[in-house]
T-cell receptor, first 116, second 109 residues
Framework: SQTIHQWPATLVQPVGSPLSLECTVE??????LYWYRQAAGRGLQLLFY??????ISSEVPQNLSASRPQDRQFILSSKKLLLSDSGFYLC???????????????FGDGTRLSIL | DAKTTQPTSMDCAEGRAANLPCNHS???????VYWYRQIHSQGPQYIIH???NNETNEMASLIITEDRKSSTLILPHATLRDTAVYYC??????????FGKGTLLTVNP
């Protein structure tokens, strides 16, 4: 089964600074990859998803961006962080056809981002 | 997902079955019910999913009502390590996994 690695585990950044969070997947090829944000009391929010190298779809307009330079690498970035970007960022992975709703998504252990 | 509702918290004695309910009255015909759990500071852990039939795996059982408007996750013999927040969610062909606000299950010795 696949393993999802995320780093760093925690990060404290000042407002206006850049951001780069990395996610890598082991144990599978051509995965579907997702970035979620989990904010307290607001549940899980899908930010981006990718079905292949260089293919990124955005769910919500914001100052974040995502890239997939390699098959099993997914990066979340920002040029200038806002206070509202604080949260718990989760990378997830699923295999098989993207629209198959019976394929579970598996999550990494997340990055807890605090903006000061 | 405000349309998926779960009790905020539940308690269970160690060794007993834990039954966690979820209401998803607006679920669509092609949406699967998913259950995950999350221990603080970790990512959600997949438990089980189903469409309309009851499902069982090595972790839990999932009972879905015939009208699919609610489901129950059953942990047959709860242990202290099962203390976590349990999320009921759904996913259809629109790929998006959405959760409710979760139930904090506390397993007591």
């Amino acid at each position: 089964s696949q393993t999802i690695h995320q780093w760093p585990a925690t990060l404290v950044q000042p407002v206006g600074s850049p951001l780069s969070l990395e996610c890598t997947v082991e144990g599978t090829s051509n995965p579907n990859l997702y970035w979620y944000r989990q904010a307290a009391g607001r549940g899980l929010q899908l930010l981006f998803y990718s079905v292949g190298i260089g293919q990124i779809s955005s769910e919500v307009p914001q100052n974040l961006s995502a890239s997939r330079p390699q098959d099993r690498q997914f990066i979340l970035s920002s040029k200038k962080l806002l206070l509202s970007d604080s949260g718990f960022y989760l990378c997830a992975c699923s295999v098989g056809p993207f629209t198959r709703s019976n394929q579970p998504q598996h999550f990494g252990d997340g990055t807890r981002l605090s903006i000061l | 997902d405000a349309k998926t509702t779960q009790p905020t918290s539940m308690d269970c004695a160690e060794g007993r079955a834990a039954n966690l309910p979820c209401n998803h009255s607006t679920i669509s015909g092609n949406e699967y019910v998913y259950w995950y759990r999350q221990i603080h500071s970790q990512g959600p852990q997949y438990i089980i999913h189903g469409l309309k039939n009851n499902e069982t795996n090595e972790m839990a059982s999932l009972i879905i009502t015939e009208d699919r408007k609610s489901s129950t996750l059953i942990l047959p013999h709860a242990t202290l390590r099962d203390t976590a927040v349990y999320y009921c969610g759904k996913r259809g062909s629109n790929y998006k996994l959405t959760f409710g606000k979760g139930t904090l299950l506390t397993v007591n010795p």
